[in-house]
């Protein structure tokens, strides 16, 4: 969990955002547009560090709780 997000809610968001650019993409397809073309690639780039981010706490969490066992 991060602040009040879970995990899966966090890369449903991703997932809807990812989502959200291929539907501007295929719109201004043909366009000059390259404000909205630079925040599209803004928008994918921060959906892949929220995958990533929510990549690496799942390994960290699961090797925290590795450790605790251990301990025990």
């Not at 009040?4 to 291929?22: F, V």
């Not at 981010?53 to 605790?68: G, P, Y």
């Amino acid at each position: 969990m991060i602040n009040e997000m879970s995990y899966e809610q966090i890369l449903s968001a991703s997932q809807e955002m990812k989502n959200c650019c291929k539907v501007i993409v295929s719109l201004i397809e043909g366009k000059e547009a390259p404000d909205l073309e630079e925040f599209v690639s803004t928008v994918e780039n921060y959906t892949k560090y929220l995958d990533t981010t929510i990549e690496l706490m799942t390994a960290a969490d699961k090797a925290l709780k590795d450790l605790v066992e251990m301990k025990k």
